[in-house]
């Protein structure tokens, strides 16, 4: 056998599909029956199987052709006499490969197909796939009482597991659970079977919503990786795993760039981030004049004699201003925490309430609201010196925030009512000085659409998944919501009327 130590690129054997070579199978048997002479599977490792790194050989790091050994859980490029895979089977004695495409398993040396109903576990690990009657019922309380077990007898729930905090992209974990619990866009990507010209970052985050809504998976925990690293790439390095950032800033990169890489032009609903998050606000704008007799104590106003210029922008999420804090400390209560209402705060888009900037009024007014609602909290402002954090803490219900005061439009519009789904929160060191070094970010998630005084909510931090009270989510410092329309369960003469995603449903009980 040539000598491989130093080959770099696809082995000579390895040319054409498949390994440019033939399953072999017993003289009168089909491809697709067990062999008599599978005689290592039980050399097969599941402890040891990890599909949530990048597809890379581990010695040639190249993504061609590459396979997994299911003994030690390594990858290996090839499977011909003169490949790595080949190599690794007659060195190290391990014989039972996973083609990490296609998900066919080979014994090596031998080079034969294995076909055998045992493996199908390990096939659905690499590759889960949904059904519209499997996802159908993910956002419903039934979820909640089919939990799922591991290979140590841990019970978890799919789609509320812990993600790996690699090195420091636990702002970027949060932004990921959250979309992937945003019903639309999970199922789309549940769904999907991508193999035409789609981005490798679209297949990736599709790959990873199925890892995570997986109810067979090995362990209870699911690593970003793979994905993450193409984030990376796609991004030109702005967001890495190793360097700590802003999960709002990754969220407006990650919706524009999946919007762009799934076909999606600047027309309405041309994607499935524009069907789900894309809303239209009117911006009107005027020249601020100072009047000979203003005192100058006086707030400007809209003056309506004067041209007020209107424009209609799209938006995916809603900035909303937080109050500055108190400059000094209260004597009595001089650790006492500022505390606002979520509709004092959202009186920014009722469209009477003005901003000064730039020497231009200006006051906004949702034309149009998006299926799901997504609001930021801007807790960082930059200075000259410094970035500041505001600890205002922001209350809210759960449930029932109306947006009909912040809306302009015709009565016809679906209802405006809208639930909390998803709630982030940041953490850090007492004080207003923003500390990147000692930030923790949280999620908060609602589980399964479940409702009232048995609703359950998970709080998520990296690999730590607990349920935790919902009278306790309003206390962090929120830094991003997503909320989605209220749904209305009536019962009439045992008819149910249910209201949700814009769509009026009537089924018979």
């Not at 060195?91 to 040396?109: C, S």
Request: glycine share 6%; charged share 25%.
């Amino acid at each position: 056998m040539k000598d491989i130590t130093g080959a770099v690129g696809l082995p000579e054997d390895e040319d054409e599909d498949e390994d440019g070579l033939e399953d072999k199978v017993e003289p009168g048997q089909s491809k697709n029956e067990p062999r008599a002479s599978d005689l290592y599977l039980d050399t097969i490792n599941r402890a040891l199987l990890d599909f949530d790194f990048e597809k890379v050989c581990s010695v040639s790091m190249s993504n061609i052709n590459t396979y997994g050994c299911l003994v030690c859980g390594k990858y290996f490029q090839g499977r011909g006499r003169n490949s790595y895979a080949y190599a690794h089977s007659i060195h190290d004695d391990h014989h039972v490969f996973i083609n990490l495409e296609t998900a066919k398993v080979y014994v090596l040396p031998d080079g034969y197909l294995v076909s055998d109903p045992s493996l199908e576990d390990i096939s659905f690990v690499l590759n889960p796939s949904f059904t519209k009657a499997s996802t159908s019922t993910l956002s419903s309380p039934s979820h909640l009482l089919k939990p799922s077990y591991d290979l140590s007898s841990k019970p978890y729930l799919s789609g509320y597991i812990g993600l790996n905090n690699i090195k420091r992209n636990d702002h970027m974990n949060v932004i990921i659970h959250s979309l992937l619990h945003i019903p639309p866009l999970r199922d789309y990507l549940l769904l999907s079977s991508f193999r035409g010209k789609e981005s490798e970052l679209v297949k990736r985050f599709a790959a990873l919503a199925k890892k995570i809504w997986n109810p067979r998976l090995f362990k209870s925990q699911v690593s970003p990786h793979e994905f993450l690293q193409e984030v990376n790439r796609a991004s030109a390095g702005k967001f890495r795993l190793e360097q700590q950032g802003d999960p709002v800033e990754f969220l407006g990169w990650l919706l524009n760039r999946l919007h762009k890489d799934m076909g999606g032009t600047k027309k309405k609903n041309s994607s499935i981030i524009f069907s789900t998050f894309q809303g239209e606000l009117r911006v009107e704008t005027q020249q601020v004049v100072v009047r000979p007799d203003s005192t100058g104590s006086e707030k400007p106003q809209f003056d309506i004699d004067r041209d007020i210029k209107a424009t209609v922008s799209p938006f995916l999420f809603l900035a909303v201003d937080l109050p500055p804090p108190p400059l000094f400390q209260d004597t009595i209560e001089k650790n006492i925490i500022p505390q606002v209402s979520i509709h004092s705060v959202l009186a920014k888009y009722d469209g009477v309430t003005t901003q000064e900037s730039a020497g231009q009024l200006r006051r906004y007014k949702c034309q149009r609201l998006p299926q799901y609602i997504v609001l930021h909290y801007k807790r960082f402002t930059k200075n000259a010196f410094v970035e500041e954090k505001n600890p205002t803490i922001v209350t809210f219900p759960l449930r029932g925030v109306d947006f009909r005061e912040y809306l302009d439009a015709a009565p016809t519009h679906p209802p405006t009512v809208y639930d909390l789904i998803a709630n982030v929160t940041h953490e850090s060191v007492a004080g207003t000085t923003r500390d990147k070094e000692n930030t923790i970010w949280k999620v908060h998630l609602r589980a399964a659409g479940g409702g009232g005084e048995g609703e359950k909510w998970f709080q998520i931090q990296d690999l730590i998944v607990e349920e935790t009270r919902k009278e306790m989510i309003f206390l962090g410092e929120t830094v991003l919501q997503v909320r989605h329309p209220y749904i209305v369960d009536c019962m009439i003469s045992r008819i149910q009327i249910r209201y949700g995603s814009g769509v009026l449903v009537v089924t018979r009980q």
